[in-house]
Every structure is written in C-alpha cells, then in structure tokens.
C-alpha cells in the first residue's frame, strides 16, 4: 500500500510576474500564505496553471527551490518536472528532489507523443533517478496521449511511482485502473468539477485550479467526500459548478489569473502566447466570483 503525499486539496497555483515579466516572489509569498492560511493541503509549484511552458529550465529550478524553501514544510510541496524529452524531466525531477520537493508532477509526453510501451519505459527511467516520489498526470486533452488501464498497473509496481494526476473524464478508464492497481496507485482529480465523482470512487482528493480563488471551499469539499459525506459534498459541488466552468471559459490558466487580478492579487499579465480573456469572459468570471462570494 503506498501512502499518498497528500489527500484533501491540493491548489495548482498560478505564477504572478510583474510588469518586467520576471517572477514577483513577494506576491507568490502572499499568495501561499494565503493558500495554507485557508486549508489547502498541498501546493503545486510550476505546473500547467503556474506556466510552466513559457520558463526556462533554469528560471523553473528557480521557482522550484523558491516553493520548496517558504512552504518550509508547512503542506507538501509537489514540483512540476514533466517534459516530452525524458532526459529533461529527469534533470527537473532531479533538481527538484535536491531542492526539497516532497513529489514531482510528471505530465505524460506531447507534441512527439509515444506509444504505451514508450510510456512505460519514460515514467520508470524518471522513477529511477531519485528517490523522489512521482504523481503521474494524465491530461489527452493537452498532450494527445493517455495512459491505458494496463498502463497504470504496470507503471504502479515502481515504488516511486505514488499516484496520478487524472484529468480524463474518462471514468470507465478510472474504473479499470483503480481495479487494476488497488492500493498500489493513488488518484487525484485533475478537473475540479469531477471532484465528488472520483473521490466517491476511492479519489485522494484534486490538484485545484478553483482553489486559487476559492482555497476554503475546495478544501471542504474534499473533507466532506473523506469523510462520507457525499450529500453535502454534492451541494458544495453543485453550487461552484458555474464558477468552475468559468474557469475554464478559455484556456487555463487565462481565466483564472483574471480570477485573481478582480479579486485584488498583483498577479501581473500572461505570458504569450497566452493573451487576456475577452471582455465578455471577463464578466462572466466577475459576475461568478460576486455570487459566490470569493474574496481575499
């Protein structure tokens, strides 16, 4: 039975820059406080949401060692280290066990892709290279690749290999691999409107885009499916459904860094090519953060 890092919500928290373009460290210090201060229970650094994609490997290591040094232990720290070049999502894996990361998120391959086989031998070459506990994540909609049921099972014999980041929607592949694996893999919601359905399936908890704007909420949400309580947990799901969709009303993490920016975080712009929500986008994510009550 392989322990998982964390269980509950854990936020896949966006990156601020200021106006240079540079990371804004003294806002990422505000906005962690702030994460931890309202109970989230892991923060995950330099991923899809904290754009990841647009860094260098040095500036990605620097962010890294940054999160790993102020979080300080207070919740477990998960490191973006995914790539579609095996020898670089060693190398991030790497410096991110040296700098103290509690796991890595390693994204399946894209762009070049690979066969199931190709999977296999990528994610046991990276769970080789350390000792650093490895949170799989699966997302077809942005590599054009997912992993089989058989797959999982294979990859879950490693030992480093903890659990995986689903972000599918595809529940009859979640079925098949919870069966297949048991205790041996853990599963964490990568959509935030499928928190209640995966974790009624024996789901750890979310890796959370909502919960950069509504850290207590998702976190009670995924209490409520610890501890059994499916009813209320339906409610609370149910009732943020409208503002997670608006979330995701164009391309993460566009929306909900304008989340962020009208709730009053500094957050800074995006970088290209991601550009700023339509005007119309704009208020619809304004019209459901006021309905919802959110604020810093």
Same mark, same amino acid.
């Given at each position: 039975m ?5 269980t509950?919500?854990g936020?896949a928290i966006?990156t601020?820059?200021k106006n240079?373009?540079e ?6 210090k ?5 994460q931890?201060?309202?109970?989230t229970d892991?923060?995950?650094?330099a991923g899809?949401?904290?754009?990841s994609?647009?860094?260098? *490997?040095?500036?990605?290591a620097?962010v890294v060692?940054? $999160?790993c040094?102020? @979080?300080?232990g207070?919740?477990p720290?998960? =490191? $973006?280290a995914?790539?579609n070049?095996?020898? =670089?999502?060693?190398?991030?894996t ?5 700098s103290?990361a509690?796991?890595?998120l ?8 690979t ?7 990528h994610?046991?070459?990276?769970a080789d290279?350390s &000792?650093?506990?490895i949170i *799989? ?10 992993f ?6 294979a990859l879950?014999?490693h ?6 980041k ?10 098949e =691999?919870m ?8 599963f964490?919601?990568?959509?935030d &409107?499928?928190?209640?359905? *995966? %974790?009624?399936?024996?789901?750890k $908890?979310?890796?959370? @885009?909502?919960?950069?704007v509504?850290?207590?909420?998702t ?6 499916c610890?501890e059994?309580?499916?009813e209320?947990?339906?409610? *609370? ?6 503002? %997670?969709?608006a979330?995701?009303c164009e ?9 962020m920016?009208?709730l $009053?975080?500094?957050v ?12 119309e !986008? ?7 953060l006021?309905? %919802? &009550?959110? !604020?810093?």
């Amino acid at each position: 039975m392989k322990k998982p890092i964390f269980t509950g919500a854990g936020v896949a928290i966006i990156t601020p820059f200021k106006n240079t373009g540079e990371v804004d460290y003294e806002v990422f210090k505000q906005i962690i406080d702030h994460q931890i201060a309202h109970g989230t229970d892991a923060i995950i650094i330099a991923g899809t949401t904290g754009e990841s994609a647009t860094m260098t *490997l040095a500036e990605h290591a620097e962010v890294v060692d940054f $999160g790993c040094s102020y @979080v300080a232990g207070r919740v477990p720290l998960i =490191a $973006g280290a995914g790539s579609n070049d095996t020898a =670089a999502a060693i190398e991030l894996t790497r410096e991110a066990h040296k700098s103290g990361a509690d796991a890595v998120l390693s994204v399946t391959p894209y762009y070049n892709k690979t066969s199931q086989r190709g999977l296999i031998a990528h994610f046991n070459a990276i769970a080789d290279c350390s &000792d650093c506990p490895i949170i *799989l994540y699966n997302v077809p909609s942005r590599t054009g690749i997912s992993f089989t049921a058989e797959t999982y099972h294979a990859l879950s014999k490693h030992p480093n290999i903890n659990g995986t980041k689903e972000a599918s929607g595809n529940f009859s592949l979640l079925a098949e =691999a919870m069966q297949l694996c048991g205790d041996e893999l853990n599963f964490w919601s990568g959509n935030d &409107d499928q928190i209640l359905p *995966l %974790m009624a399936m024996g789901g750890k $908890g979310v890796i959370s @885009v909502l919960s950069n704007v509504a850290p207590a909420e998702t976190h009670q949400l995924t209490q409520l499916c610890l501890e059994g309580k499916f009813e209320e947990a339906r409610k *609370l799901q149910l009732d943020y459904l409208p503002l %997670m969709n608006a979330l995701f009303c164009e391309v993460n993490p566009i929306p909900v860094k304008k989340a962020m920016e009208q709730l $009053g975080w500094n957050v800074g712009a995006l970088r290209l090519p991601l550009v700023e929500v339509t005007p119309e !986008h704009a208020a619809l994510i304004q019209s459901e953060l006021t309905r %919802m &009550d959110c !604020h810093i």
